[in-house]
């Protein structure tokens, strides 16, 4: 925060790089924005754009009050990073692993937070919403279980994008990756 403390201000790229060339397949597995929003609602602040001497600038402002402490939330959010990655958001589970899965994790997390109350300052009455907030957000991000029809145009989506490197790295569409001599 400021020296004022009620805002804090970044500036805006307008071009929105990063996402200009980036294909449906990077966006839809990239976790970041998910918990930067997890991070937003257990700090207790929210984004929002102003224009600042004709320019477009993202100011931060507190939004309510927060969650849980510092430690707690980079507690917490250090255990989501390795919950919910690309790795995971490709359906590599069946229903019964994705259970599983969700089931270890949730237990572990609940877990975390009841042993650290006082020590992330969560209070108990806003622990439920807590892993309400978590889960709600987490479960639809890994839920695309091996049988899912995403999974499908994913596995395309590679496929095509390797092929074409193969023949690129190898002379092009139309040349022979495997001269013979004398031909």
Known sequence: MNESGDERSRAVISDSQGFGYASALQI???AD???Q???MNLRGIRESIEVKDGRPVVVIKEDGMPLMNDVGVQAILGK???IVNPQVVQ???DKIEYGDYLCRHRKAIATDLMTNLHNYQLKEDNFLGVMDLIF???EPFISRLKDNKERESYAATIRSVESNSQLRSKGGFGGNPFPMKGG
């Open 37 to 39: 929003r997890l991070e």
């Open 136 to 138: 709600s957000a987490l």
């Open 28 to 30: 839809r597995l990239d």
């Open 33 to 35: 924005p998910l918990l």
């Open 80 to 82: 989501l990073r390795g």
């Open 91 to 93: 359906g590599n589970f």
